[in-house]
């Protein structure tokens, strides 16, 4: 027997829905908390982070500026840290923080529009005639100097 999600309307256009065949779950807050965690050691693992027990909660703190007893929380599936933070994480892993907050969507972040614009400036450069390729690397070459020495500071 294939069941239909769709509401059923009556001639007297009462609108029907059968409850009792369909029912959503929703995670209640520890199983948040503990899928998140999951995610996050799984995150720590992947960049390489020491293991539980050999201080991977004093290395969180460290990483994202927070004492141990916060990171304790994120990691044993306690806490959930503020949206700001999460947003941290997600860029410091190089995952998105859909899936870092909720388990959905993609793991890996997709390409920035930095990315994006990387690439469409390279099919630029690629059709540029030799002697302004030269140019147009010397330009890049000095930026990428301007911007090291910038963040040195």
Request: proline share 6%; hydrophobic share 40%; charged share 30%.
């Amino acid at each position: 027997m294939q069941i239909s999600l769709e509401p059923k309307v009556t001639p007297r256009q009462e609108l029907i829905v059968p409850y009792d065949f369909y029912t959503v779950a929703r995670m209640s807050e520890v199983e948040i908390k503990r899928a998140f965690a999951s995610r996050l050691n799984a995150i720590c693992d992947d960049k390489r982070v020491p293991p539980k027990g050999q201080n991977r909660q004093a290395e969180v703190a460290r990483i994202f500026g927070v004492s141990q007893k916060g990171a304790r929380k994120w990691l044993e599936g306690e806490g959930l840290p503020t949206l700001e933070r999460a947003i941290e994480m997600a860029l410091w892993a190089d995952v998105s923080v859909e899936w870092l907050l909720t388990g959905r969507g993609e793991r890996h972040a997709p390409a920035s529009a930095l990315d994006n614009y990387s690439q469409t400036m390279l099919a630029v450069m690629e059709k540029l005639p030799p002697y302004l390729k030269a140019t147009a690397l010397d330009q890049v070459k000095a930026l990428e100097r301007l911007d090291t020495t910038s963040s040195k500071k």
